[in-house]
C-alpha cells in the first residue's frame, strides 16, 4: 500500500534555540570543583601518590606502566579508587587504606559497575592487604551502623 505525503496546516515551529540571528549563546563557566573539594583532595594527593608507589600495579589485573596489557594507553595509568565513593562519603575516604584500592584506570571503570559491589571491593581489599583491612573503621566511616556491611557477606566473595 503506498502512503500520501503527509500535509500540515502550518509548518513547523523551530526551537527557540535555532531562532538565534547568529548571536552566540552565552555560556557561563561552570565550577568544576568547590574550593573544600579542591582542598581536600590536594591533602590527599601526597598519600594516594605513595600509596601508587608502594604497590605499583593494578590490583585487579596485575597491569602496571611498565608492562601495559590494555590496548588504550591511558587504561594502563595506575590509580587510587575509594570503596565508599557516593557523595561525601568520597571525601572522607580519599586517604583511608581501609577504604581504598590501587587499580587501572580499565579496572577503575569497570569496578563502578554492578558486577562489583561494595562488599566485593571489600573482600579485593581484604586479600590483597590484609593489614589495611577493618570493616569496623569502614563501616564507621559510611556510617548507617556498626554492622552495615557484616564479615559474613564480604567473605562470599573471598579471592
Known amino acids: ?5 503527509l500535509k500540515r496546516k502550518a509548518p ?6 535555532k531562532r538565534s540571528r547568529g548571536d552566540a549563546l552565552k555560556r557561563t563557566r561552570i565550577k568544576p570543583q568547590s574550593e573544600r573539594t ?10 594516594r601518590q605513595q600509596r601508587v608507589k608502594d604497590y605499583g600495579k593494578c590490583w ?19 590509580c587510587v579508587h575509594e570503596i565508599a565513593n557516593v557523595g561525601g562519603m568520597r571525601q572522607r575516604a580519599m586517604d583511608k587504606p581501609f577504604a581504598t584500592l590501587v587499580l587501572c584506570w580499565k579496572c577503575n571503570l569497570d569496578v563502578e559497575g554492578p558486577e562489583w559491589p561494595e562488599v ?4 579485593l581489599l581484604q586479600s590483597k592487604v590484609p593489614e589495611d583491612y577493618d570493616l569496623v573503621a569502614y563501616n564507621e566511616l559510611v556510617g548507617f551502623g556498626p554492622n552495615r556491611i557484616e564479615q559474613w557477606e564480604v567473605d562470599e566473595w573471598r579471592f
Open 1 to 5: 500500500m503506498k502512503r500520501s505525503p
Open 120 to 123: 566485593r571491593q571489600l573482600a
Open 38 to 47: 579542591r582542598d581536600r583532595e590536594a591533602e590527599a594527593r601526597p598519600w
Open 12 to 17: 513547523l515551529k523551530r526551537t527557540p534555540l
Open 60 to 78: 585487579i589485573c596485575g597491569t602496571c606502566p611498565e608492562k601495559p596489557i590494555h590496548p588504550i594507553a591511558d587504561h594502563n595509568r595506575i
